[in-house]
């Protein structure tokens, strides 16, 4: 968790310098009259933990992303939309087999940009398990509920040429174990990303 939470304050330093470059002639500007609306696309990597009574290893485990994002803000404040795929696979340590999970997260955050390059975003996420499969390909579905609730929190900050940058943590509030383990399962991960706006 410290670790991530330096890299989340590095990050955020980094994308305030680049306001030296990025905020002249920007075309965010928080003093416009009207909504402004934003879509574009995202990529990027994971690191999850699962948490509980559980025979996973419990470690941060990499995955990649990758998604689409539609936004709307006004002034400092905004709301936004996403849908992300994602994968992850973890390690029993008692039997040595490995499951691998596919993610469709529906995150709903609300925006505030402290300055006009720089969003901070909090809200949050419904997930979903389309993919969970052993290393032979067999259905493993029988070990994890169908969804999960969690709440993200992250910074992200727009770069030239539309790019965006950002990182991000979420934290699963439900309990995800639908095995004969007793105990609760939740989930934690922290992102790396770099995205594209398609308009802004």
């Known amino acids: 968790m410290k670790h991530l939470l330096k890299i989340a304050l590095g990050t955020a330093t980094f994308l305030?310098?680049?306001n030296t470059y990025a905020g002249a002639g920007?075309?965010?500007?928080?003093?416009?009259?009207?909504?402004v609306a934003t879509l574009g696309a995202r990529v990027g990597m994971q690191m999850?933990?699962?948490?509980?009574?559980?025979?996973?290893?419990?470690?941060?485990?990499?995955?990649?992303?990758?998604?689409?994002?539609f936004g709307v803000y006004h002034k400092y404040i905004g709301g936004r939309v996403e849908v992300t795929a994602r994968s992850v696979e973890y390690k029993n340590v008692n039997t040595g087999a490995r499951v691998k999970i596919g993610n469709v997260d529906v995150p709903i955050l609300f925006e505030i940009r402290p300055i006009r390059e720089i969003k901070i975003h909090v809200g949050p996420q419904i997930s979903v398990f389309p993919l969970v499969e052993d290393r032979g390909g067999n259905d493993a579905k029988r070990f994890f509920k169908s969804?999960?609730?969690s709440f993200v929190a992250g910074v992200e900050?727009?770069?030239?040429?539309k790019i965006v940058a950002g990182v991000r943590f979420i934290k699963g509030l439900s309990?995800?174990?639908d095995s004969y383990i007793p105990g609760k399962w939740s989930t934690a991960s922290g992102q790396f990303y770099v995205g594209y706006r398609l308009f802004d």
């Open 16 to 18: 305030a310098a680049t």
């Open 175 to 177: 309990d995800i174990n």
């Open 48 to 69: 999850q933990n699962l948490y509980g009574s559980t025979p996973w290893n419990k470690k941060f485990n990499t995955g990649i992303l990758g998604g689409a994002f």
């Open 157 to 161: 900050g727009d770069l030239p040429w």
């Open 26 to 35: 920007s075309r965010y500007d928080n003093e416009s009259p009207v909504p």
């Open 147 to 149: 969804q999960e609730f």
